[in-house]
């Protein structure tokens, strides 16, 4: 006994005490913290009257430890929108949402006085119907004919008319969102002030690179495994993807079925974010337009548009070697991919309210696309555009083909890496 009492005398006291809070086992105990919530007041003793100070003390541990908890929540929702949105949209966003909460405030704060106006004119005319019935049943028809007529020249109307008068109108923003649902009203589907912060979020792209990435027979495949399979595949390809975004400094757009949507070059007035999109601190090419309050377009010096250039190229052919770690289901071998380069301007902007997607917009990404389904598998294929920004000594490595027609273009001659281009000849 003697011996178990030295052994908890040298043990360091636990700060909490005998606390109940459970406190996970893989926390060494001298980590172990607690937190206390003191208050000193002023008073006097009752007994002697003289000044004391009370103290009270809580143990807040626990709300603590649910507002950190609560704290990781909400920066790790954060982080995921920052990987669908960029930060000047999810601000945007941000007003709407509030926007949206006033107006149904106001609206709720309407529609009660409506409902309390409504209620006052129920019980007058109760009460109207009342006094009718009881001065009708002693034969006072006249006299209760002339005291509803000096009621009505008080109110600005009998008591009846103001029973019988319709009632007021709803706001113009309740009766106009029982218009909206049908989706003919399109004037009406949103507000001046949300078109107003929508086309503020349009952006002009002058020089953008794009890349569009495809699995060569990703269709055939969806028919011979069960869908699990075909997830299990995807997912790790693309998690291999995502994993080399910000290694090369480009955006990922979306994700359609197989197809994989990159762009470099997306130049937005914002703080750089962990997603590796660049700003305009990084070379300049959009900026805040002060006078018209939206983001416009400035445009770069050539030399960043074939930084982006390259920085996508070289994405492209990590993504070849990562695609070599991932097995087609069906064959057992290693996924091959056609990815498509293409070079021009595009506009960005934000659409939709439920879901709201990020987009890019122009022929120059129907370009890309087609860059893609005319690629070779394995390879990377790019445009003239595209091909033209690059150094005159990263271009030896690209070996020209036919080229093919592009609808708005033309002929559009394009390049496949030598390597490639020699396999596919």
Not at 25 to 44: K, T, Y
Not at 127 to 134: E, K
Request: charged content about 20%.
């Amino acid at each position: 006994q003697k011996e178990q009492q030295q052994q908890q005398q040298q043990q360091p006291a636990d700060p909490c005490g005998s606390s109940s809070l459970p406190v996970s086992p893989d926390v060494p105990p001298r980590s172990r913290c607690c937190w206390h919530r003191i208050i000193a007041s002023r008073a006097v003793d009752p007994a002697t009257g003289q000044d004391v100070i009370v103290v009270m003390q809580d143990d807040v541990t626990g709300k603590v430890l649910l507002e950190r908890q609560l704290g990781l929540m909400f920066e790790t929702e954060h982080r995921l929108l920052e990987q669908l949105y960029p930060n000047h949209m999810l601000r945007h966003l941000a007003e709407e949402l509030v926007e949206q909460q006033q107006q149904q405030q106001q609206q709720q704060r309407q529609l009660q006085v409506q409902q309390q106006l409504q209620q006052k004119r129920q019980r007058l005319h109760e009460q109207s119907r009342q006094f009718s019935l009881q001065h009708s049943a002693a034969g006072r028809n006249a006299d209760r004919s002339g005291f509803l007529g000096d009621v009505g020249s008080s109110n600005g109307g009998g008591v009846g008319s103001v029973a019988l008068q319709p009632s007021v109108s709803l706001h113009p923003l309740i009766s106009r969102r029982s218009r909206i649902p049908d989706g003919n009203s399109l004037r009406l589907a949103i507000s001046p002030r949300q078109l107003q912060l929508r086309c503020a979020l349009a952006t002009m792209h002058p020089q953008v690179t794009l890349l569009f990435a495809d699995i060569q027979g990703f269709t055939p495949m969806c028919k011979q495994v069960e869908p699990r399979d075909v997830m299990v595949m995807l997912n790790d390809l693309f998690t291999r993807f995502d994993a080399l975004l910000d290694t090369y400094g480009v955006r990922k757009v979306e994700t359609i079925g197989d197809a994989y949507f990159v762009a470099g070059g997306l130049v937005f007035d914002d703080a750089r974010s962990h997603t590796g999109q660049t700003t305009a601190n990084d070379g300049g090419g959009l900026g805040t337009d002060a006078t018209a309050g939206h983001y416009s377009s400035r445009g770069g010096p050539a030399g960043e548009a074939a930084t982006h250039a390259l920085r996508v190229i070289k994405f492209a052919k990590a993504m070849l070697s990562a695609a070599q770690h991932v097995v087609m289901p069906t064959t057992g071998k290693p996924v091959k991919i056609r990815i498509g380069i293409h070079t021009g301007a595009v506009l960005s902007g934000l659409l939709g309210t439920r879901q709201a997607r990020f987009c890019l917009f122009g022929n120059d990404v129907a370009a890309a696309a087609r860059m893609e389904t005319t690629g070779v598998p394995g390879a990377v294929h790019i445009s003239d555009a595209t091909y033209r920004l690059l150094p005159h000594k990263a271009r030896e490595e690209w070996r020209a083909t036919e080229g093919f027609e592009v609808k708005g273009y033309g002929h559009m001659q394009t390049y496949l890496s030598e390597e490639e281009a020699a396999k596919d000849a």
